[in-house]
C-alpha cells in the first residue's frame, strides 16, 4: 500500500479522497499525488462526477448531488483489533461487505456487457 493511503479494498473510501484532490485539497497518498499531475485530457476542468458516468462509478456515487457515498461505514472495523477481540462484529461486517460488493460487482459487469453489446450492434 502506498504511503498515507488507506483504501485496502474499499473503493468508496478511495472516491472520497480522489475528490478532494480533484478539489485541490493536498493529500499524503503517493497514489493519488500522482492524480495531482496527471493529465486527464477528457477530464479536465470536471468533476468526480464526470469520472462516474464515464467509468461507470454509479453504485458509489450520490447522483443526486455528484457526491461519492460510503458505502461499507464499518471500513475500520476491517483492518482493527475488531477482528480478535470482537469476532462476531467482525464476521457481521466481512458478511455485509461481500454481499454488497457481490452486488456492486454483478451490477457493473451487467452494464459494462450492455455498452459492448450496443457497440457490437
Not at 479522497?17 to 476542468?45: I, R, Y
Not at 483489533?81 to 459487469?109: G, L, M
Request: net charge negative; with cysteine.
Amino acid at each position: 500500500m502506498a504511503r498515507g493511503c488507506k483504501f485496502d479494498d474499499f473503493f468508496d473510501v478511495f472516491l472520497l479522497e480522489m475528490e478532494k484532490v480533484l478539489n485541490g485539497v493536498p493529500n499524503q497518498c503517493d497514489v493519488l499525488a500522482q492524480l495531482e499531475n496527471a493529465n486527464f485530457e477528457d477530464f479536465s476542468n470536471r468533476t468526480l462526477s464526470d469520472f462516474d458516468k464515464a467509468l461507470l462509478w454509479e453504485d458509489y456515487m450520490d447522483t443526486d448531488c455528484g457526491k461519492p457515498v460510503t458505502i461499507f461505514k464499518d471500513h475500520h472495523t476491517f483492518r482493527s483489533k475488531i477482528r480478535s477481540s470482537e469476532p462476531e462484529k467482525y464476521c457481521n461486517f466481512a458478511k455485509d461487505y461481500i454481499s454488497k460488493a457481490t452486488q456492486i460487482i454483478d451490477r457493473r459487469a451487467g452494464r459494462i456487457l450492455e455498452l459492448l453489446q450496443e457497440k457490437l450492434r
